[in-house]
């Protein structure tokens, strides 16, 4: 069965082009000498993303292949102007993530509901032949033509928003947590990668206050190597503010799992160790008070260690307490406020995602136009003429 849950697509997208220019001169009986009126032409439509709270999934994008402005439309006679294209606007969910699919570059990111991004800007419209009239050239016979396309193959990724994200092995009870501290209701079952898509669920706190808690599939050993489900679903928390590692209590060597998860977070992007971290020891009601202490000797001793209980309840207070003091700390909010840029894929290599989705279809070769090279309409050289003078 297909997943709803769809984190990355390929689009080629495409502005509209500006309208031609009129070359028209007026010439009727009551008004033998009436010059030049040929209009403007419109300008072509933009491309714009959107951030939308009401997604979040790309799904509605995944069978969108093309996505083009309209042209603007050329202009007429006796000064009119053509039609502007009209723009489009490509809602994604907050915390979408774009590249160029042919460099791998980093584009923008739409990060908050209602924030609108030009990708695309359409070409601006022609000057019809009555903007170049003069003393000394009262019949120009010249228009310009409008501003070409642009256009661009893109990548949308979506990353989640969250201010806790969970880092555990299959069965560490990461979805029995986020059930019992929220509403959400993930999948739980007794057998590994019970979750198969991430989740998001809202966590009450104090005097009306909340956070947001994501929850991805299980991580194993050699992850970075493609096994288990790979790290593909890691970069649903490279934007979170804190990371909470899951071990179960009944682990032979709990400090060993919690170095295999940290050096797999390595592997997928080593600026993920600057995040703040918790370990939370699940699964509690099958220890005694005796044994807990005798396994917090064990532990690491440099990020605060909390036991807990999903299924009883036993230490989720706590584990609450921790969690909202490290996520409100000054030293947290002062690596964010100070960090060069909080997002973690500025250079960031695509090629994986592109091999992904090669069996999709062949792209057609583009040329990318940027238009911020013209700097004048008038640079244009091949000036394409309307004549239609009238008897």
């Given at each position: 069965m297909e997943s709803n849950f769809v984190d990355y697509v390929k689009i080629m997208c495409r502005s509209g082009k500006g309208g031609k220019g009129s070359m028209h001169l007026k010439h009727v009986k009551y008004n033998p000498n009436g010059g030049p009126d040929?209009?403007?032409?419109?300008?072509?439509?933009?491309?714009?993303?959107?951030?939308?709270?009401?997604?979040?999934?790309?799904?509605?994008?995944?069978?969108?292949?093309?996505?083009?402005?309209?042209?603007?439309?050329?202009?007429?006679?006796?000064?009119?102007?053509?039609?502007?294209?009209?723009?489009?606007?490509?809602d994604v969910p907050c915390g979408t993530v774009v590249?160029?699919?042919?460099?791998?570059?980093?584009?923008?990111?739409?990060?908050?509901?209602?924030?609108?991004?030009?990708?695309?800007?359409?070409?601006?419209?022609?000057?019809g032949n009555f903007q170049f009239r003069t003393a000394t050239n009262q019949a120009p016979r010249y228009a310009q033509p409008g501003e070409p396309m642009q256009e661009m193959t893109i990548i949308l990724e979506l990353k989640l928003l969250a201010d806790v994200g969970l880092v555990g092995f299959p069965n560490a009870g990461k979805s029995t947590l986020v059930s019992a501290l929220s509403n959400a209701r993930p999948k739980i079952a007794n057998y590994p990668f019970t979750t198969m898509e991430p989740s998001l669920g809202i966590v009450g706190y104090r005097d009306n206050k909340s956070f947001v808690m994501a929850d991805?599939?299980?991580?194993?050993?050699g992850a970075a190597e493609g096994k288990g489900l790979g790290l593909r679903f890691l970069r649903h928390i490279e934007r979170n503010s804190l990371l909470l590692f899951m071990v179960p209590g009944d682990t032979d060597d709990i400090k060993r799992?919690?170095?295999?998860?940290?050096?797999?977070?390595?592997?997928?992007?080593?600026?993920?160790?600057?995040?703040?971290r918790v370990l939370a020891v699940t699964k509690c009601d099958l220890l005694d008070e005796e044994l807990i202490e005798m396994l917090k000797e064990t532990l690491p001793q440099d990020l605060p260690v909390v036991f807990i209980s999903a299924v009883t309840g036993f230490g989720l207070e706590e584990l609450k307490d921790v969690l909202w003091n490290e996520l409100n700390a000054e030293s947290n909010k002062l690596a964010a406020l100070t960090a060069e840029d909080s997002l973690v894929h500025r250079d960031k290599d695509m090629t994986r995602f592109a091999e992904?989705?090669?069996?999709?279809?062949?792209?057609?070769?583009?040329?990318?136009?940027?238009?911020?090279?013209?700097?004048?309409?008038?640079?244009?050289?091949?000036f394409e003429y309307e004549d239609d003078e009238e008897a």
């Open positions: 040929g209009g403007d032409g419109g300008k072509g439509g933009s491309v714009y993303l959107r951030g939308n709270h009401n997604y979040w999934t790309l799904l509605h994008l995944k069978y969108e292949r093309h996505i083009f402005a309209e042209h603007g439309g050329n202009g007429g006679k006796d000064k009119c102007h053509g039609t502007d294209g009209k723009d489009v606007y490509i590249y160029n699919a042919e460099t791998g570059k980093y584009v923008c990111d739409v990060t908050y509901d209602g924030q609108e991004v030009l990708l695309l800007k359409g070409g601006r419209g022609g000057l991805i599939p299980g991580i194993i050993e799992e919690y170095e295999i998860l940290l050096n797999e977070l390595k592997q997928f992007n080593p600026e993920m160790l600057d995040k703040h992904e989705l090669a069996d999709e279809g062949e792209d057609e070769d583009i040329e990318y136009v940027d238009i911020d090279d013209v700097e004048d309409l008038e640079d244009f050289e091949d």
